[in-house]
Antibody, heavy 121, light 108 residues
Framework: QLQLQESGPGLVKPSETLSLTCTVS??????????WGWIRQPPGKGLEWIGS???????YYNPSLKSRVTISVDTSKNQFSLKLSSVTAADTAVYYC?????????????WGPGTMVSVSS | SYELTQPPSVSVSPGQTARITCSGD??????AYWYQQKSGQAPVLVIF???KRPSGIPERFSGSSSGTMATLTISGAQVEDEADYYC???????????FGGGTKLTVL
């Protein structure tokens, strides 16, 4: 059964770069018609799509975050990663990785448990 | 940027029907999807492609879409259905994924 797990620092200083990795187990990240995405949720607020990547490397980003976001994939490690630069307190959130597989809109059907990232000095 | 609009809250008594709406300009051409999120948990997909139910989702959950509005219906809502519900779709280009602002469903 496919599982996703986020990993990375739980605390990042303002102006620095937030880096997270999602490890996929129970299946291959490549060779399937799936997208792999990052979604975040600030405390007490709603879900925000950050960006998605196809296993071939094609990327799609939220326009509001595009200038600060980089998503990459490492098929040899069955992982994909998120980098968010120049973070501020507004980037404090639970960050989820997920598989985009359902329907033409590639809805996220399998999610990681999420990891809390706080931005503070 | 593209937006999906949901009511902030819906409240029903147990056994009643709960309806949560989601409006977006691209919905006539794009499917709507619905997620349930309980406190402290990752979201769970409960409806995909407007009206289809993933395996394991109770039959009381159904979805529909007409024009620029999609609707999630919970027939005979249970106390355990109390959660936040998010609609999801893409803009007309299909290259930007979007979540609605979320609706808090209260069942009591």
């Amino acid at each position: 059964q496919l599982q996703l797990q986020e990993s990375g620092p739980g605390l990042v200083k303002p102006s620095e770069t937030l880096s997270l990795t999602c490890t996929v187990s129970g299946g291959s990240i490549s060779g399937s018609n799936y997208y792999w995405g990052w979604i975040r949720q600030p405390p007490g607020k709603g879900l925000e799509w950050i960006g998605s990547i196809y296993y071939s490397g094609s990327t799609y980003y939220n326009p509001s975050l595009k200038s600060r976001v980089t998503i990459s994939v490492d098929t040899s490690k069955n992982q994909f990663s998120l980098k968010l630069s120049s973070v501020t307190a507004a980037d404090t959130a639970v960050y989820y990785c997920a598989r985009g597989a359902r329907g033409p809109e590639r809805a996220f059907d399998i999610w990681g448990p999420g990891t809390m990232v706080s931005v503070s000095s | 940027s593209y937006e999906l609009t949901q009511p902030p809250s819906v409240s029903v008594s147990p056994g009643q029907t709960a309806r949560i709406t989601c409006s977006g300009d691209a919905l006539p051409k794009k499917y709507a999807y619905w997620y349930q999120q309980k406190s402290g948990q990752a979201p769970v997909l409960v409806i995909f492609e407007d009206s289809k139910r993933p395996s394991g989702i109770p039959e009381r959950f159904s979805g529909s879409s007409s024009g620029t509005m999609a609707t999630l219906t919970i027939s005979g809502a249970q106390v355990e259905d109390e959660a936040d519900y998010y609609c999801y779709s893409t803009d007309s280009s299909g290259s930007h994924w979007v979540f609605g602002g979320g609706t808090k469903l209260t069942v009591l």
